[in-house]
């Protein structure tokens, strides 16, 4: 089998810094991602998790707040938005897009996906491209399997079919890959080199691993930890000329002090010169021009082996 | 009321006297050159093979993977910049996946060294053989020359007897010491490293399934001042420091500003000896064997 399978997803090494060009030649990528949904658990968006004062609080003032925020500093955002949050707050939807934010998938019901069968998971799929093109007038090309708060593994979950099926449904975009830290491609078949494009994803940047509460029994407040990763990361990544994303949801960001530590750094963010903040669409749009799959990708033929007693 | 207690502290006391009689530090331990402190910049690089052998889910194979197309360059590029020899422990199955790195880490001078075949020591004495023998080919395919020292559980008696010289795992002490057998008599020196100085227990999110509300969540100023105490106060005692680091974690651009900053610290007080676990372990058995057998090492490396 190819020396892939199974273990790694793209191919052998990064794009080196050098290497790394962003239009105009600006210097790094500022990529925003705004999780609108409310999962508390694996099985996606419940009853009980939106008849609560947290999602009360997400859909509106954290919301209005975090919108002004971005506003205020000149910021746009990839908004990740499950099937069921736009089709209950289509107005919000309509909001964000005339703000120049970008509509992206995030999900059904933001639901784990990893145990269905295919074409259980392509009617989801293709119900929530159907509900969001119609609730904001256009097709979303961005696609999004965040993790959620209470989740195993703070990755997202997603299918051995969710890329390939991204790919038949004509998706530009995966939001949420973590094999790199600039966009990568994910390859879903090896012979035909047939990759989905990704974007980076990190745990150390995403709000609400930081921000714990209101979660019973956790009782965990670091945002100030998270606040000093963003800042390092991102002038780490300046440094380099690569890439900083950073995720956040209303409900955990857009509470008082954390609002205040968000907008230090969106203030810290605006004096380095030449930052290039493009929404998911568009930085995917740069990428696949610039780096095209066929040629940028470096597969090399199988070198990996079966062995008896090992694993395979 | 009381039957049985007596044997319950005399089996307490059996238990902690026999884990003792198997532990033999070594006293008064001195640096070449008189320097003060031996610090062993390790790197754990499994990638994506430890979650690949846990069953975990494709993102946090990806996860990993981050560390085998990007992080280990980086970690190459830092001890580069310092002119710093580390000791990469690999597990053989990683010469498949990623051998243009592991050549590039030979090419600088870096040890390789054993982290077993895949991850993992089979409980069959055959099998477990047949791993290490698997992992030691691999490594030499890439570094021309056998492995010397090892991370990892295989049972230390084969180790040595496949010409291992050192073992790098568990805390019992802070320096080098040597493990005995039931004769009492030394079977491998191990050095010693601890989780508290292991950037996966503070930035690995998840780390073998952990719940979230035991967050391996931190950042790298609170990371960097614990480390940095900790090395401040083994330089104090004149001893050892293993700093344990995986590509995938240590490898985020944060981190390699962190780690960055964290080796010029140490750079900046003199005396300070960063070498590769090899020849701390050649040092140690050159100058201070062990008072009841394990093999010196002089003469060739694989002898």
Not at chain 1, 192 to 211: E, G, K, N, S, W
Not at chain 2, 91 to 113: F, N, Q
Not at chain 2, 225 to 242: K, S, V
């Amino acid at each position: 089998m190819p020396w892939k399978e199974r273990y790694t997803i793209s191919d052998e090494t990064s794009l080196g810094d050098r290497d790394v060009r962003w239009p105009d030649g600006r210097r790094c990528a500022v990529h925003i991602v705004v999780d609108l949904s409310i999962a508390g658990g694996m099985e996606g968006i419940r009853e009980s998790d939106l008849a609560g004062s947290v999602a009360h609080f997400a859909a509106n003032e954290g919301l209005d707040r975090l919108l002004a925020v971005l506003a205020k500093h000149g910021l746009r955002a990839t908004f990740a938005v499950p099937a069921v949050i736009a089709d209950l707050y289509p107005r919000r939807v309509a909001q964000l897009i005339a703000c120049g934010h970008e509509l992206a998938a995030n999900g059904f019901r933001h639901e784990d996906v990893s145990a269905l069968r295919r074409d259980e998971e392509k009617a989801r799929l293709d119900l929530t491209t159907k509900m969001l093109t119609e609730i904001s007038g256009r097709r979303p090309t961005g696609w999004f399997s965040l993790p959620r708060q209470a989740d195993p593994f703070a990755g997202g979950t997603i299918s051995a079919n969710t890329m390939e099926l991204l790919i038949e449904a004509g998706y530009g975009y995966m939001g949420n890959g973590l094999a790199d830290d600039i966009p990568h491609y994910w390859v879903t078949d090896f012979a035909r080199r047939r990759a989905m494009l990704t974007l980076p994803y990190y745990y150390h940047f995403d709000d609400q691993f930081f921000c714990m509460f209101p979660q019973q029994g956790t009782g965990l407040e670091n945002s100030d930890m998270l606040f000093r990763n963003w800042r390092a990361e991102l002038e780490a990544q300046y440094g380099r000329g690569r890439f900083f994303t950073m995720t956040l949801h209303p409900q955990h960001i857009g509470w008082c002090n954390r609002m205040a530590g968000l907008e230090d750094f969106f203030s810290h963010l605006a004096r380095l010169p030449d930052l290039w903040n493009a929404t998911g669409a568009e930085i995917a749009r740069h990428w696949t021009h610039t780096y095209p799959a066929h040629s940028a990708l470096k597969l090399e033929d199988s070198i990996w082996k079966d062995y008896p007693g090992s694993l395979s | 009321m009381t039957d049985g207690l007596a044997e319950q502290v005399a089996s307490l006391k059996a238990a902690a006297h026999g884990y003792a009689a198997r532990i033999e530090p070594i006293d008064r331990l001195v640096w070449p050159d008189g320097r003060r402190i031996a610090v062993n910049l390790t790197v754990d690089f499994d990638a994506m093979l430890l979650r690949r052998l846990n069953n975990e889910p494709p993102m946090q194979l990806a996860k990993g993977e981050f560390g085998g197309r990007v992080g280990i360059w980086r970690l190459l590029e830092v001890f580069q910049s310092h002119a710093i020899k580390a000791t990469i422990f690999t597990p053989g199955r990683i010469c498949e996946l990623y051998p243009k790195a592991l050549k590039a880490a030979v090419l600088d001078g870096h040890e390789l060294a054993d982290h077993m075949w895949e991850h993992r020591v089979p409980h069959e004495p055959e099998l477990e053989r047949d791993h290490l023998l698997k992992a030691i080919a691999a490594l030499e395919r890439i570094s021309g020359r056998r492995p010397v020292g090892s991370r990892s559980h295989h049972t230390r008696q084969l180790l040595r007897d496949e010409g291992f010289l050192y073992n790098s795992h568990g805390a019992p002490c802070h320096g080098p010491y040597y493990v005995l057998d039931a004769k009492g008599r030394a079977v491998l020196l191990e050095l010693p490293f601890h989780f508290a100085i292991d950037d996966a227990m503070f930035f690995s999110f998840a780390w073998y399934a952990s719940g979230n509300a035991e967050q391996r969540l931190s950042d790298p100023d609170r990371v960097c001042d614990m480390w940095w105490a900790g090395f401040q106060e083994q330089y104090r005692q004149g001893g050892y420091l293993n700093i344990c680091l995986h590509p995938f974690v240590s490898g985020r651009a944060l981190r390699i500003v962190m780690l960055d900053r964290l080796i010029k610290r140490m750079k900046s007080l003199p005396g300070v000896w960063f070498a590769t676990c090899e020849q701390v372990a050649r040092h140690c058995l050159d100058h201070y064997p062990a008072r009841r057998g394990v093999r010196q090492s002089a003469g060739s490396p694989a002898e």
